[in-house]
Nanobody
């Protein structure tokens, strides 16, 4: 019921910056939180940063001070990535945790298709 579309990935040199975007859409739902995950080839998908409906943010230790997550009123979430490192390379996925309007407070989640980020000289 919640669709997520990521964009903004690309090739960047070490030390460079990118801004990822994730547009969320759906009906009859309330989005409680949105997050960005990173998956390097052959590795587990791991949480990068999360933002709640109230704007509370959290980030993995590996990206603190470099990445920042934000969300606008239309449920578009952003990941500003600065001081990029080669180990940041991989696919970045947008995630939404949501509940059904008028239903139980059971939380569901949806994933975007992912956007590729490559950090290389």
């Amino acid at each position: 019921q919640v669709q997520l579309v990521e964009s903004g990935g690309g090739l960047v040199q070490p030390g460079g910056s990118l801004r990822l975007s994730c547009a969320a859409s759906g009906s009859g739902v309330s989005i409680n939180a949105m997050a960005w995950y990173h998956q390097a080839p052959g590795k587990e998908r791991e949480l990068v940063a999360r933002i709640t409906k109230g704007g509370i943010t959290s980030a993995a230790d590996s990206v603190k001070g470099r990445f920042a997550i934000s969300r606008d009123a239309k449920n578009t979430v952003y990941l500003q990535m600065n001081s990029l490192k080669p180990e940041d390379t991989g696919v970045y996925y947008c995630n939404a945790a949501w509940s059904k309007w008028g239903g139980p407070t059971l939380e569901y989640e949806s994933w975007g298709q992912g956007t590729q980020v490559s950090v290389s000289s």
